[in-house]
Every structure is written in C-alpha cells, then in structure tokens.
C-alpha cells in the first residue's frame, strides 16, 4: 500500500471516529449542547486537531444528517422496484418510514429532530435529503393521477400524509402505542392506519 493511500485510510477513519461520537452526542445531548472541544475529547484528540476533517459542527451534522438520508434514499429504491404501482409504493413507503425510526433511531433523530437552521440545506450535504422528498412527492403525483384522492392538490396530499406517518413513526418508537394499547399487533395496526388515511378523496361532481 502507497503512503499516499495509507494517509487516506487512515483520513477515512478519523472521520468516522469524529462522525460517530458526534452522532451519539448530538442525540443524547443536543446539537446546542455538543461542541468541538467535546467531541475532540470523547475520542482522546486534540481540540484543534479535529478541524482538519470539520470546519464546525454544523458541518459535521449536515454530513450525518446526508448519510441518514442516503440510508433511507437506499429503501425507497427499493420500494420503487418491488411496487410499480403507486398506491401499493405509498403504503409501502409508510411503512419503511416507520421501520427506518425503529431501526436506525439515531440517524432518525438527527434526520428529523434537528432544526433546519443547524444544517446546511444546498449543496452535497442536503443531496440525498431532497432526493427522498422528490421521490415521495412523485409518488404522491402519481398517485392523485390515478384519480384516487379526488381533486386534492399534490401539496396537500404530501404534507398530510407525511404528517401522519411521522407522528405515527414517534409514537411507536417511544413506545407511547405499546403503553397506550398494550398487546397491540402493531404491523396490523400500522397497515390499518395507512388504509384509514389513504381512502378514497371527493371526486368532481
């Protein structure tokens, strides 16, 4: 191995030192209470040192904040795959999003939780974040195409939709539904809540 590709290995590595003690931080902490200095010292390395790989925290969250989205990016292809249709895409889509909060709930949280004002939003760093709306409001067009949710506007079909399934998604991954309705079968429960708001809009006339 050149020297040249050794450096970058071992680039690589800090990186991710940086980046996973950052997220584990940032999720029990907060953005605002996490600095540079506190990370630098979770890994036993000089405060000034870790300048070299992240200009601030912002930029280290806005990176974290990429690669949770290019996770979820990952199962959305696979949703369009696997369902051509765009309803079956849509609860399908539901679905993924609640099981993503369940399974990867730190990258969930730095997704979602974070202010929009702590990221940078253009740029590489948000890439993948407006890859995953546009596929789901894609969805959502195609789906008022079909004529099933009336005259509903693509706008109001996104954010309603959205709006439930992320409340959905906190409520389960807080355990607020297993507490509230005890013995629940929750994947019946998730696809009947899907149905509930996915039925049928007014159509003309």
């Known amino acids: 191995m050149s020297t040249k590709n050794r450096r970058e ?4 590595k800090m990186r991710r030192r940086i980046l996973d003690a950052a997220k584990d931080l940032f999720v029990k902490e907060g953005f605002e209470n996490v600095s540079m200095r506190r990370i630098a010292g979770v890994i036993e390395y000089s405060p000034g040192a870790i ?6 925290k912002r930029e280290i969250l806005s990176v974290l904040r990429e690669e949770g989205f ?5 199962r959305q ?3 369009m795959k696997r369902y051509p249709d765009p309803m079956d895409r849509m609860r399908s889509g539901g679905k993924s999003y609640i099981q993503f909060a369940l399974s990867e709930p730190e990258y969930y949280h730095l997704m979602f939780s974070t202010n929009c004002d702590q ?12 890859h995953s709306y546009t596929h789901f409001r894609n969805t959502a067009q195609e789906c008022i195409d079909t004529g099933y949710f009336g005259t509903v506007d693509v706008d109001t079909l996104v954010f309603a939709l ?10 389960v991954s807080t355990g607020q539904v297993d507490v509230l309705h005890d013995g629940v079968d929750m ?13 049928p809009g007014k159509k003309d006339g």
């Open 119 to 130: 990221v940078d939003l253009d740029g590489e760093w948000a890439a993948s974040s407006m």
């Open 187 to 199: 994947d019946m429960l998730v696809d009947s809540i899907l149905d509930f708001w996915m039925r």
């Open 162 to 171: 959205w709006s439930g399934v992320h409340g959905l998604a906190h409520l």
């Open 77 to 79: 292809h696979e949703g």
């Open 9 to 12: 290995r071992e680039r690589d």
């Open 51 to 56: 300048y070299r790989y992240f200009k601030n």
């Open 70 to 74: 290019a996770r979820y990016v990952e």
